[in-house]
């Protein structure tokens, strides 16, 4: 029962939490939105800045590379299991190892995904200056 009310209490908590952001960003869209209107100038926010900083790229190549890890890692663990003397009375299927491969290629899609936008994050940089 405790547990429970411990887990409704953390979903009531970052529910509120979302809650606020969303109502704040829809405060700072209202008043950017007549800014606008009356044709004042408006500054780009803080958090677009933030936003700009933030590299999507980083995130793709550290996600190709768990997945990449957790595959290989997937292949030598059933490889292992099934090589083993002790599991030969197992009725373990022969191939199964290749079940890593899934990972390793999900892995690999993130770092060509990473690749080509690093590319084009290179041609984009170079054109602009």
Do not use: C, D
């Amino acid at each position: 029962m405790e547990v429970a009310l411990v887990i409704v209490a953390v979903i009531a908590y970052l529910g509120f939490h979302e809650w606020l952001r969303h109502q704040r960003r829809n405060l700072i869209h209202r008043e950017r939105l007549a800014a606008v209107e009356k044709g004042v100038e408006v500054p780009p926010l803080e958090h677009e800045a933030h936003r700009r900083a933030w590299n999507v790229q980083r995130t793709l190549l550290l996600a190709g590379l768990i997945w990449i890890s957790l595959g290989v890692a997937a292949y030598v663990t059933l490889s292992a299991l099934i090589a083993s003397p002790a599991n030969a009375k197992l009725e373990i299927p022969s191939g199964i190892q290749w079940m890593g491969l899934a990972p390793a290629a999900i892995g690999l899609s993130h770092l060509v995904v990473y690749l080509v936008g690093k590319k084009a994050e290179s041609v984009t940089g170079n054109q602009e200056k």
